[in-house]
């Protein structure tokens, strides 16, 4: 349907206003997107993603985004062009979407356009530089922080790490039973096409799917099932794995045993993981702190 035909009725019913933040508006357009890059993410339960407390959850960080965003722009910070260009071309290159076909069908995939992800980019980077103008000076971390973050942490990267290549195939958005259907029977016919001798590299590129290298991982940080799962697997093995949002099949490329690293090695990145936590923590008491101010009206 060509979007400048769309009735005013049906537009009003995409577009309904859940809340109003000062002079700006969230729409459930807004809501129901926020929630869907939410239910993407590994670790929510089906039951968690549909309940009112969920939308309701993801509501109340809306709004709070509204509130930093306005914040900004009172403080005149902006980000430059060429600086969102740097952090899209550093995204491709940790994802493994250095060639433009396969970024393409990554964002068809998620249901947004180029531009729509590039401002996606620019927000957060503005977001990340207000963190840093409120609270980054704020944020200390001391030895003894860092001590018992390793002590409590760190032990259970020993053991057994396994080295995953993962080929996903995602359901497209909204996808009905029948497409899901579909989506099954192409991952078979991939998965058969693997086993007669086509590698995962050459099945990314026939098939526009994305392919990620995970590296060594501690089995210890994946979920119990998944770690008996790929316990029948020798390495060069592969396996199918139906997850909420799509298949994926994963291969085993190789498996070690792994050491605890010392202290002295892992302090800098424990350092800035607790760093990062306390600013969160500190920022979000900051932003309670404009909600007491702001004409904040919910009517979902």
């Known amino acids: 349907m060509v979007s400048g035909l769309v009735p005013w009725a049906s537009a009003a019913v995409v577009d309904k206003i859940v809340a109003v933040v000062n002079d700006e508006i969230i729409t459930l357009s807004d809501l129901e997107q926020m929630m869907k890059s939410v239910r993407e993410q590994p670790g929510l339960s089906r039951q968690m993603q549909d309940s009112k407390a969920f939308q309701r959850e993801m509501l109340e960080v809306l709004v709070d985004r509204k509130l930093a965003k306005e914040e900004a722009k009172r403080r005149g ?3 430059p062009d060429k600086e969102v260009d740097q952090a899209l071309a550093n995204f491709r290159q940790r994802n493994q979407l250095t060639d433009d076909a396969s970024f393409a069908q990554a964002l068809a995939k998620s249901g947004v356009s180029l531009a729509e992800f590039k401002q996606q980019m620019k927000e957060q980077l503005l977001m990340d530089r207000l963190v840093q ?28 790490l396994a080295h995953l290549r993962i080929l996903n ?18 991952a078979e016919i991939i998965l058969k096409e693997h086993r007669q001798g086509v590698s995962l590299d050459a099945l990314k590129q026939k098939h526009s799917l994305t392919l990620t290298d995970l590296g060594f991982i501690s089995l210890a940080d994946l979920d119990p099932a998944i770690v008996q799962y790929l316990g029948r697997l020798k390495p060069g093995e592969v396996a199918p794995l139906q997850t909420p949002q799509g298949f994926q099949i994963i291969q085993l490329v190789a498996r070690k045993t792994g050491r605890p690293r010392p202290l002295e090695e892992v302090a800098p990145e ?29 009517m979902l």
């Open 77 to 79: 910070l902006t980000i």
């Open 133 to 160: 103008m409120v609270v980054g000076s704020k944020a200390t971390v001391s030895d003894a922080d860092i001590r018992r973050f390793y002590e409590s942490q760190y032990p259970k990267k020993a053991g057994e």
């Open 169 to 186: 195939l995602p359901y497209p958005p909204g996808a009905s039973p029948p497409q899901k259907e579909e989506l099954k029977v192409k």
């Open 270 to 298: 424990i350092r800035q993981i607790l760093t990062r936590q306390e600013m969160e923590r500190r920022f979000s008491e900051w932003v309670k702190g404009l909600r007491g101010k702001a004409h904040i009206k919910i």
